[in-house]
Structures are given as C-alpha cells and as structure tokens.
C-alpha cells in the first residue's frame, strides 16, 4: 500500500523571487558571508519591523547569545527567561556561565506570567534565591527574555512596567513572531534587543538564520563586530577580545530578502488556518467536547505562526493531547505537543523557577497542529477526518 503523503506540522513555503537574489549573488561571486543581499535583508527587516537598526545573522539563537553578551551578563549573573519556551531561549544563558531563572505563564497568552516575573526579580534581589538546595546570593537580575510564544504577543506593556520599575533590560524572544504586533508595534522592538529566527519551520525562512534588531546603533555594530569573529581594524589578523562566527551569508540573505517579499501573504495564509481549525472545534461543542486556544486579546495581532489548542481530558469524554497526536501521526500528519518547559528539563534540574504549574499543565494537554501556509484543502480535509473520528 502507498504511504499517504506527509502533512508537516509547519514545513518552508518559497515565494517564487528567492532564487532571483540567490541567482545575482552567484552571478556576481558574493557567496561569502556578508555582500549587496545581508545589506538589503536587514533594511527591509527595519523597515518592516520598525526597528532601526538590524544584523542579519546565522541563527536565532547567535542573536541572542550576542544579546546577553552586549547587555554584560557574566558569569553567575540571573537572567530570568519564560520557562514555556524552545530550549534555544534559555541555553544562551548557559553560555555564557548565568544561572537561569525560569518564569511560568499565564493563562491567556501562555507567555510570561508578570506577576510571577515581579516575584522572582523580588526574590533575587533580597538574597532569597535557591538553586539546588543552596541559597544564591542577593543580586539585580542582568536581564529578562520573554518570548513570543507561537507567534502570540506577551503581555508587553505589564512585563516592561517591571522591568522599568527595577531598571533590567529586556531581551525580547519574537523568533516566532515575525508579523505579530502588539499595540500597533512590532514584537522585539519594546525591550533593549529584540532576536528573530528564519528556521527551516518559521513562517519566512533562509533555510537557517536569524536576526538581533535594536534601535541603538552602538549595539548593532558590535554585534556585528562579534559576529565577524571580533576582528580589529588592522591589514592583519588581529583580535583583542573574544569573537564569534555568526554573520549570515550573502546567498541565504537572498533567500530571506525574496521571502520578505510574501509575508504577509504567509502571515493571511497562516490566520486562516487558525479559522479553519477554529470553526471545526466550534462545531463539536454540540457534542459536549471544548478545544480551547491561545488568546490573542483586544491589543495584540498573532502571525498565528502555530495554531495550539488545549484537549483537557476532563473537558473532552477523556480524549487527550496524545491520543489525538498519535491519531493523526497513523495517518502520517505530523502534530507536536506544546514546548517541554524549561524548568521541567533534565539539563536545567535544580534551577529556579517562579509560577503555579500553569505551564506544566499546558504542556500536559497542548498540542500544536499542522499550520503551514502551503496547507491545502485536501490537507484539511484528510486532517479533519481523523479529528471527527475522535469526536464522538
């Protein structure tokens, strides 16, 4: 019998003008790192974000290990970091020698929970801390990172007003969130540094990169100096402090720039994802099952980069997050359940964490389902069919 194609949970969608950029840059020999295509990525990236200034680099997560860096975290320094998240939010911190300090949710956005944030920048600073058993001495936390879960917005606003209050910058998360806004303005942009990421799953992609954004110019350029491996001005090879190979390359910038030129098509594509899923679930209440989502209140616009949803057994005849990933991993649909919290991770046992088991209890029952923008309707249609089969 013949497999049944593959649904993927989010695979890359070309636009049809990549191999354009991709083309000059082969045509005029800039295939190196840096060339025409870096420069012209990280303008449109301004321009679209509204950010002033950007680097254009090899990984989301380079931007933010550049980040803590340019904020002068050190070695057993806190950083406080959301706990629902990919690992790659928190292993910069690791890095470089800090103690990360995991925040739990909040129900709505399931993003950093800012009462809890309050609590655990209080506690730090008054000497309260544990880490495996051992009280941590008292000390201002070097920086906060929330993130822009699945391309929902955080509640910016109320996790700004704390980081304000205490005087901590805020390293911003939004690798998910390319094309979300919060208030009218682009995610990454409210803290001191913002990072994105354009993974092979993300909603435009360079096949691998990323990107810092900040409005001080200062900052940009010496991630750009540290990307480049920290090489002073000087005929030779010369370097006086310690650096990194994290620029992007002139071909995969191409590739991004032409990306650019359809994302806000991949942004309509992906919402109306969110709909289709979200009339489906609507019409099964009748039969007394309740899908819940994640919220996207009054001020926020989500790129709806996933669409997530909640199947609380207790709410649904006993029908669970993994009975219904395994249903449709049968019929070869790739789903995943929600981000193993990072404080729930055996590499980061023993660290602090600050909440309520809100995020242990998303990830529990969350489940994302497939939301790439070259879904079609047949796609729907096979994914629907295992869904109603479960809704009995």
């Not at 928190?90 to 800012?114: C, K, Q, R």
């Not at 029908?319 to 019929?331: N, S, Y």
């Amino acid at each position: 019998m013949t497999e049944k194609k593959k649904i993927w949970l989010s695979s890359p969608h070309m636009g049809g003008t990549e191999q354009k950029y991709v083309k000059d840059a082969f045509d005029t020999n800039w295939v190196a790192p840096l060339g025409p295509n870096v420069n012209g990525f990280e303008d449109v990236l301004c321009k679209y974000t509204g950010a002033k200034h950007a680097a254009a680099l090899s990984s989301g997560t380079g931007a933010l290990h550049l980040a803590l860096i340019l904020q002068g975290v050190k070695p057993g320094d806190y950083v406080l970091c959301q706990s629902m998240t990919f690992s790659a939010s928190a292993n910069p911190i690791a890095y470089l020698g800090a103690v990360p300090v995991f925040i739990d949710s909040e129900p709505d956005t399931w993003n950093m929970n800012p009462l809890w944030l309050e609590k655990a920048v209080e506690t730090c600073m008054k000497g309260k801390l544990v880490m495996n058993g051992k009280k941590l001495p008292a000390k201002k936390p070097a920086a906060i990172i929330p993130v822009h879960l699945y391309g929902m917005p955080a509640k910016m606003d109320e996790i700004m007003k704390v980081a304000h209050k205490y005087e901590i910058p805020v390293i911003e998360d939004a690798a998910e969130s390319l094309g979300s806004f919060y208030k009218g303005h682009h995610t990454g942009v409210y803290g001191e540094m913002g990072i994105l990421s354009f993974n092979g799953n993300k909603i435009i992609t360079t096949s691998g990169g990323g990107a810092l954004i900040a409005d001080d110019e200062e900052l940009i350029q010496k991630a750009r100096f540290l990307a480049t491996q920290s090489r002073d001005v000087a005929p030779h090879y010369q370097h006086s402090q310690i650096g990194y190979n994290y620029r992007m390359s002139n071909v995969l910038a191409g590739i991004g720039r032409g990306q650019m030129e359809v994302l806000e098509k991949r942004i309509a594509q992906r919402r109306a994802n969110f709909c289709s899923y979200l009339d489906f679930f609507k019409s099964q209440e009748d039969k007394g099952y309740q899908i819940t989502f994640q919220q996207e209140m009054h001020d926020m616009f989500s790129n709806r980069w996933l669409t997530a949803v909640l199947i609380d057994p207790e709410k649904n005849k006993g029908l669970t997050r993994e009975k219904t990933r395994l249903a449709l991993d049968a019929e070869n649909i790739e789903s995943r359940p929600l981000w193993k919290p990072m404080h729930l991770q055996p590499v980061f046992e023993g660290t602090p964490f600050f909440g309520d088991g809100t995020s242990e209890k998303l990830f529990e029952n969350g489940l994302c389902l497939p939301s790439g923008s070259n879904l079609d309707e047949e796609d729907f249609d096979r994914i629907f069919e295992v869904l109603q089969k479960l809704f009995v």
